[in-house]
């Protein structure tokens, strides 16, 4: 079964950190591009940062820029989101997708694999 599993979601203060994962099973990363998407209560799904399939080249949305980082490692199907100084507005559930692309998408609706989501809150 081909599937997307997300981790590293919780509770954390303002100014605080975490590392989301996002681990394949079923299928190898190797060859998609990894989206990470969130969102809150009574908002739409929007894109947060995306990677290409080699990991060459990253994309960030400007309300992460300079706190989020974007990694991946093929060798363990895994891809990860770094997150420092969250803010509450950060606060959502977040996704991880694959595309088969070696770029990134922008479009949510051409991801072919989603993950269930892991919540991250941020509060004091």
């Known amino acids: 079964q081909l599937q997307l599993v997300e981790s590293g979601g919780g509770l954390v203060q303002p100014g605080g950190s975490l590392r989301l994962s996002c681990a394949a099973s079923g299928f190898t990363l190797h060859y998609y591009a990894i989206g990470w998407f969130r969102q809150a209560p009574g908002k739409e799904r929007e894109g947060v940062s995306c990677?290409?399939?080699?990991?060459?080249?990253?994309n960030y949305a400007d309300f992460v820029k300079g706190r989020f980082t974007i990694s991946r490692d093929n060798a363990k199907n895994t891809v990860y989101l770094q997150m420092n100084s969250l803010k509450p507005e950060d606060t959502a559930i977040y996704y991880c997708?694959?595309?088969?692309?070696?770029?990134?998408?922008?479009?949510?609706?051409?991801?072919?694999?989603w993950g269930q989501g892991t919540q991250v809150t941020v509060s004091s």
């Open positions: 990677i290409s399939s080699s990991g060459g080249s990253t």
């Open positions: 997708a694959a595309v088969g692309r070696y770029f990134c998408v922008p479009s949510v609706n051409e991801y072919d694999y």
